[in-house]
């Protein structure tokens, strides 16, 4: 194996560390030691990969993400998606998208400490690869279904779409990071169901009207 090879696993093993402590412990009340130990390396070492911690959270946030692509992925595997409409296609995946919360809040709530964290320090910008893809891009599975909806006449060609597109992506995990923090509708309202109903709410919008 080359010294390149191993600098590279070496980079991802703490990555994939790194990502597990912030989402154990918080960003803030993990120290980059922690991840060198984790990690079976030396805090120097970590520190030849990676020069500050912020560098190291926004590498675990595209790593999260990452994980989160992966699991829509599977998701919408288990649909007959290619015989979908297009607007069926953007309520699987807006539903897909929403459904992170019940298996992973841990990893939502790490979601948005790490977009404090990176705005605090200027660094936000940074984190560019989680949902949503730019829209005019149509690689994200969304903006495609869209077009395919836009074709077969099921999405409303009348409508913001680009607007309705970054909402739906921005409010779904909007909420679902609010409700990692305690809010008082937690325990007032049902969660699965308040999910579904913002699903359906977007999929209503980008819908073609009779």
Not at 122 to 127: F, I, N, R
Not at 187 to 207: G, V
Request: aromatic residues 10%; hydrophobic residues 40%.
């Amino acid at each position: 194996m080359s010294l390149e090879d191993v600098r590279s696993q070496n980079i991802q093993l703490v990555t994939e560390k790194a990502l597990d402590c912030f989402i154990k412990n918080g960003i803030a009340n993990t120290k980059v030691s922690d991840i060198a130990r984790a990690a079976g390396l030396t805090e120097r070492s970590v520190y030849r990969y990676f020069a500050t911690k912020n560098d190291l959270v926004i590498a675990a946030s595209f790593c999260y993400w990452e994980r989160v692509k992966e699991y829509a992925a599977w998701k919408l595997s288990s649909h007959d998606y290619a015989h979908m409409s297009g607007i069926e296609q953007v309520s699987v995946i807006l539903n897909s998208y929403a459904s992170i919360l019940l298996i992973d809040p841990e990893g939502i709530r790490f979601s948005l400490d790490a977009e404090v964290a990176l705005f605090n320090s200027g660094e936000s910008e940074k984190v560019v690869n989680r949902p949503p893809e730019r829209f005019e891009e149509y690689t994200g599975p969304l903006s495609q279904a869209i077009v395919l909806g836009l074709s077969d006449g099921t999405v409303d060609s009348n409508a913001d779409i680009k607007q309705l597109y970054y909402n739906a992506y921005d409010s779904i995990l909007g909420l679902m990071q609010r409700l990692t923090v305690g809010v008082p509708s937690v325990n007032e309202l049902d969660i699965a169901e308040r999910l579904q109903a913002m699903c359906r709410m977007f999929t209503r919008e980008f819908a073609a009207k009779s």
